[in-house]
């Protein structure tokens, strides 16, 4: 019966998704993608979760139906992938990032597209960004391997393994995740 539920809630929240995906160009148009991304971020409760996964599935390059993200959170590029299994926590900002199956992510968490977000121009002023240069991490600031869970406020600076809890600045594995 649970899963009777979760397909006609995940079919809804297509339906509900679709027009603000068509309307982003199913993630090509770039404000377009993420003035609906604000939007769909502010959808309470449940079925927040089930239109915010909704939207990413029909607008990002990857993202499974069977993931989680709540309430407050959004990914500000489309070039973005989300296996299955991942739990997003409240209030994250997330960047062109490729994240793995099972992985769970801590509220309030901000994953940058990969370093140097803004050149200089030859006067020294800080330009504009451009999301077409950035490139595509798997995570924060370094790798991180499937089913790790990274703890909130954690910097992660180096490759993490798989299947492990990691805190602190920097971010240090704790102990082995029982599966």
Known sequence: MRSIF???????SLFIALPFAALAGFGRFSSSFKTFAHLVALA???PGDYVRVAYYFLTLRKCSLYSRVSFGSFFAQSSATVGKGVYI????????CKIGERTQIASHVQVLGGRHQHARGADGRIQGANEEEFPSISIVMADIGPGTTIGAGA?????????????????????????
């Open 44 to 46: 309470p409760g449940l």
């Open 155 to 179: 910097v992660v600076t180096r490759p993490m393994p798989m299947k492990v809890v990691a805190v602190g600045n920097p971010a240090r594995p704790l102990e082995a995740v029982i599966s």
């Open 89 to 96: 926590g409240a209030y994250c900002v997330l960047g062109g």
């Open 6 to 12: 979760k397909a006609v809630a995940q079919a809804f």
